[in-house]
């Protein structure tokens, strides 16, 4: 009589992927599983995000250089594997410092002439941070009032940005503003453009 050991037959897993490149921030990235003999996985993305599926999808919200942890199991056991994927572009966020809240803050990038890639983040409490904003532009501004339909108010300085990093910017209690008396609008892009070119022509004037 002849007895097979159906043990002997099974395989250990082996655990391997590739993925879609360039990896850009914002953008969906493939992730292709080439592992063998396996039948459960789970993904770990390195940035607090998991998955179980084959061959999954994900996107990164902010650049950084991020561990990817594969395992696959199958009868004959569990295999992992790493790999690093960089992740590139430019990403920012304001977080509140300062002693009081910010009402109708925003974001922009302005150009010398125009606002553009305008964007209202709401009212942003004291600790408070806004979401993450993908940019392709290196530097940005900030708008805010003090009360509901008050004053606007920018910042003083624009802030540069760091491609391939998140930049967490801080408003703080000494961070430098502009505005205030008699430029009240109903509209803050309307408000904080009329500052804008207000500012840009006082630094034009002799001294």
């Not at 655990?15 to 996985?41: K, R, W």
């Not at 940005?140 to 910042?155: E, H, K, N, P, W």
């Not at 000494?174 to 009240?184: A, E, L, R, V």
Request: glycine share 8%; aromatic share 12%; proline share 2%.
């Amino acid at each position: 009589m002849l007895l097979l050991n159906s043990a002997s037959c099974t395989r250990e897993p082996s655990a391997d992927f590739s993925f879609t490149t360039p990896a850009e921030v914002g953008e969906l990235i493939q992730f292709t599983n080439l592992s063998t003999n396996a039948s459960t996985y789970s993904w770990d993305f390195g940035d607090g995000e998991n998955s179980t599926e084959e061959s999954p999808v994900h996107q990164f919200e902010k650049p950084d250089t991020y561990t990817v942890f594969l395992t696959a199991e199958g009868k004959g056991g569990t295999a992992s594997t790493t790999k690093a994927v960089t992740v590139t572009g430019i990403t920012y966020s304001f977080r509140n410092s300062t002693s009081y809240t910010l009402y109708e803050f925003c974001s922009y990038h302005w150009t010398g002439e125009e606002i553009v890639d305008f964007i209202e983040h709401g009212t942003l409490s004291t600790g408070a941070e806004t979401e993450v904003v993908i940019t392709d532009k290196n530097n940005v501004d900030f708008a805010f009032r003090f009360s509901a339909g008050g004053d606007v108010y920018i910042s003083a300085e624009t802030y540069n940005l760091t491609i391939n990093q998140h930049n967490s910017l801080i408003i703080n209690d000494q961070t430098s503003i502009y505005g205030g008396s008699d430029k009240k609008s109903a509209e803050m892009r309307d408000g904080l453009l009329e500052l804008k070119r207000v500012k840009a022509e006082s630094q034009l004037l002799p001294r």
